[in-house]
């Protein structure tokens, strides 16, 4: 240490640099602005057809399971790479496209025989396909939470095998049918008629 930042240091002249500023996390918002961004990047024919086609495959996807991050927990993996696909990923990638002469990065290969736009379509690829496994694990935690309160229902009203029906009847008396069967005298003869006899020849004596 200098004898004047020693001095400075003992007569409290000196004064300690103070600690870079965290970022803060992004917000709803500013993911979604970071998307309207790239949908921009890509407007107006900017890229193939091929490339714009997956770029809004994967910002529909993010733009859906937004609003669901919550569902898995502060500080998870999937819930980051969501952010960054919003913010870094999807955007870098595009960008490094566009900073290429359109013609020399459809033709020419640049590694292993693959072109600039065939690597972003790969790296496209493979950011739709995470963000879709990432928006089926935030819907299937809702699922879960309608699966739990289906139970719930069902071992307070009823079992699940009525085909989901309540029971809700179950202490309703129910009104006895009329006996059809049930005669309320003799039976009448058709009018004109007497007492029923039997046929001639076959009665009495």
């Known amino acids: 240490m200098a004898l004047g930042g020693f001095f400075a240091r003992i007569t409290g002249r000196h004064r300690e640099p103070e600690p870079a500023p965290i970022p803060r996390a992004p917000t709803t918002e500013d993911l979604l602005d970071a998307l309207v961004r790239v949908e921009q990047l890509v407007a107006g024919g900017a890229v193939p057809a091929v490339v714009a086609s ?3 495959r994967v910002v529909r996807t993010v733009r859906d399971t937004i609003p669901r991050l919550a569902n898995l927990g502060a ?4 819930a980051y790479s969501v952010m960054a696909t919003a913010t870094d990923y999807l955007p870098e990638a595009i ?6 002469p359109r013609q020399w990065a459809d033709s020419r290969p640049v590694d292993r025989g693959k072109t600039s736009l065939m690597i972003l379509i790969d790296q496209l690829d493979l950011l739709g396909a995470t963000m879709d ?10 699922a879960a939470a309608l699966v739990a309160h289906g139970r719930f229902l ?16 179950q202490n309703i008396p129910s ?14 003869p ?16």
Do not use: H, I
């Open 175 to 188: 009104t006895p049918a009329p006996d059809l069967n049930t005669s309320a005298g003799p039976e009448t």
């Open 133 to 142: 496994k990432v928006f089926d694990a935030v819907n299937r935690a809702d």
């Open 95 to 100: 960008s490094g496209y566009l900073r290429l």
């Open 190 to 205: 058709p009018p004109g008629q007497g007492p029923l006899t039997p046929p001639p020849g076959r009665g009495g004596a």
């Open 154 to 169: 069902a071992e307070k009203f009823g079992q699940a095998s009525t085909g989901g029906g309540l029971a809700l009847d």
């Open 54 to 56: 997956r770029v809004n």
């Open 75 to 78: 500080g998870s993996p999937q």
